[in-house]
């Protein structure tokens, strides 16, 4: 297994990438690729005591570097020697089994599709985090495309219940579909058809769709893949986020408040270690960008190292997991009739 790094992506670049690289290949068994400037990388290979990259761990010079400030549309175009679009070119070209990046999310959302491109007959790919709820569910989509259509959160429903099969080792995902009430009859004009595809999809046994959830019953781990257009799927991501935040710090300053509330942490900390390790992101690794044709994944921006290795570790576990070829072979069940007139055309 061989995994392609954007080793200049992130707040921490090179230093984070390569770490995390070097952590993979010695504890994973994985070969690594970190594609960036050359003499950068090699630097932090030296602080991290190492004289030349040890077997498994390969070097390709990227003279240019995608940064925030740059287009997101257009970055990977006008510049083509970036670690971004070298290291996507290396996947696309077979020369890698996944790729993984730090840096801007709106470039490797563009540059994934537009250079590895979409699975055929995927309208839009849709980022899918695990969320630190009872059971990891699967949010899709968190923020790729804010305008959607049933259609696309169709595809959205399928593939995150391959991701929560095929990554999670859970059969028989729960889908539920993100709403403002449990009814069959909630939500806008959207979210009243996706119902009734999604209901279809049940009926003929190709996912399990549990109808609608709220986004309490939702953090509370009532299904396993939730389905929303991007916009209410960020605005839900990122306000669990914040709760999470806000409930951490609270509960810190509860715990410091006292002599006697310090010793009371002393007695619970293994309790406030699993809490911590729930809430931490570096744990899952990175959102997997599901819809494209080659494993991509999107690690957080202010990923350490540790973050790295684990997102080199799920990219390795979505390149042999079959999920891309699982939509491949099921994508007629996925398409609308006007979409597969379409997609034909494509």
Do not use: W
């Not at 010695?26 to 290979?45: H, K, M, N, S, Y």
């Amino acid at each position: 297994m061989k995994i392609i790094i954007d080793a200049m992506g992130g707040d921490n670049a090179p230093r984070s990438n390569v770490e995390g690289a070097l952590s993979a290949v010695r504890e994973l068994g994985v070969e690594c690729v970190l594609v960036g400037q050359g003499d950068e990388i090699l630097a932090a290979l030296r602080e991290l005591g190492c004289d030349a990259p040890p077997p498994g761990l390969e070097i390709v010079h990227a003279s240019e570097v995608v940064t925030m400030e740059d287009n997101a549309a257009t970055a990977f175009k006008e510049k083509k020697d970036s670690s971004l679009t070298v290291g996507l070119n290396l996947v696309k070209d077979g020369k890698g089994d996944a790729f993984v990046s730090a840096g801007s999310t709106g470039a490797l959302l563009s540059a994934a599709t537009l250079v590895t491109k979409r699975i055929r007959g995927i309208r839009r790919a849709a980022m899918a985090p695990q969320l630190p709820v009872p059971g990891g569910a699967i949010l899709i989509d968190a923020g790729a495309t804010a305008e959607c259509t049933p259609e696309y959160l169709l595809q959205f429903a399928f593939m995150g219940s391959y991701y929560a099969e095929h990554i999670q080792g859970k059969p028989q995902p729960r889908v539920g579909l993100l709403n403002i009430g449990a009814e069959e009859g909630k939500g806008t004009a959207l979210q009243k058809e996706t119902h009734a595809l999604l209901k279809k999809a049940d009926e003929e046994g190709r996912i399990h769709f549990t109808g609608n959830v709220e986004a309490r019953e939702a953090v509370l781990g009532a299904v396993d893949v939730i389905v929303a257009d991007g916009y209410s799927g960020n605005i839900f991501l990122k306000t669990l986020e914040g709760t999470a935040l806000f409930l951490a710090g609270e509960m810190k300053k509860m715990f410091k408040k006292n002599l006697l509330t310090k010793l009371s942490a002393v007695m619970v900390s293994s309790g406030i270690r699993d809490f911590k390790k729930l809430l931490d992101s570096r744990e899952v690794g990175g959102t997997a960008l599901l819809g494209i044709s080659r494993p991509v994944i999107k690690a957080h921006g202010s990923s350490d190292g540790y973050a790295i290795r684990n997102a080199i570790a799920q990219a390795a576990k979505f390149a042999s997991s079959g999920i891309i070829e699982s939509v491949t072979e099921n994508i007629e069940y996925m398409r609308l009739p006007v979409m597969k007139e379409e997609a034909e055309k494509i």
